[in-house]
């Protein structure tokens, strides 16, 4: 079956960086576009960032444009997501997302890592 393990959260200050990595199994890494959600307390999943199956093409909420990368290692199964100058509303559980590339809905989770960062 298809899984997502998501790794690379912390408590961070305001201004730095992280990298959270999302390793997939149980599906064709290299046709599946990627993405990454999150969810703030008491607010609903958002959407952060998405890929291509290629890595070569992606797009990112407004929020995020010109601090946050997604990129992806298709011989490694995995795709990454650079943070950097993380504000505290950046604070929230990250999940990594998968579908097939027929589909236009994500179809697969991880189980979500928590990142949080203080003002």
């Known amino acids: 079956q298809v899984q997502l393990v998501e790794s690379g959260g912390g408590l961070v200050q305001a201004g730095d960086s992280l990298r959270l990595s999302c390793a997939a199994s149980?599906?064709?890494?290299?046709?599946?576009?990627m993405g990454w959600f999150r969810q703030a307390p008491g607010k609903e999943r958002e959407f952060v960032a998405g890929s291509n199956r290629s890595g070569g093409s992606a797009s990112y909420a407004d929020s995020v444009k010109a601090r946050f990368t997604i990129s992806r290692d298709n011989a490694k199964n995995t795709v990454y997501l650079q943070m950097d100058s993380l504000k505290p509303e950046d604070t929230a559980i990250y999940y990594c997302a998968a579908r097939r590339a027929w589909q236009v809905v994500y179809t697969y989770w991880g189980q979500g890592t928590q990142v949080t960062v203080s003002s």
């Open positions: 149980g599906l064709t890494f290299s046709s599946s576009p």
